[in-house]
């Protein structure tokens, strides 16, 4: 899907999604808690502004892709790395600004960036805390990385993927990801999916109005 049509298609699913918003509806405390005090928080961190700077800074070296996902989904993946407090993070996808955020939010974590799936190297024994999947228009790509990663996944380990509702094989994906046995909780943003692998919790795909 391209920009335009994701503008013009913008209000519409907001409308869809409406009865979604602010954790309305949603009695499971966790999941109740991961809307209201991270997808939805509000609180402007310090380092937004710094990460604008230096997001403005590196955009001169960079070609447009840099600065390809939107300022909300941005720090978005700020607050979600925030709060899961990985000790590995895969960013998985074209390198674009979003790196900036993943890696402020936990500067001490192992950071590893891969364009290619042959570019993902994972040492015996490390489990993926954090994965962040940005490749939507190459679809092969987001799944060969999904199944390599989701057998390296622990109990709190949070997948984030992009894209979800940009092109029919995506919707396929994205349900199939939910679908996997190894997948616990999911969450449907939309422009977003997040997933979770706690299988001591009850599995529930949950949509909200991002």
Known sequence: MNCIALALKRPFVWLSRFRHRCGYGVHSPFAFNLITQVIYEEHHYYSYE????????????????????????????????????????????????SSLYLKAAKPSADYTAASELSELFLEKGTSVDFLYLHDYRHPDFVEGVFDLCASRVNIKSMFVVEG????????RLWKRMCQDERTGISFDLYDLGILFFDKTKIKQAYIVNF
């Open 50 to 97: 710094e990460l604008i700077e230096k997001q403005k800074e590196l955009a001169l070296q960079k070609n447009r892709s840099w600065s390809s996902e939107s300022t909300k989904v941005k720090r978005l993946l700020f607050r979600l790395v925030n709060y899961a407090q990985p000790s590995v993070i895969i960013d998985a996808g074209t390198v674009a600004a």
């Open 164 to 171: 979800i509702h940009y092109s029919k094989r995506m919707r």
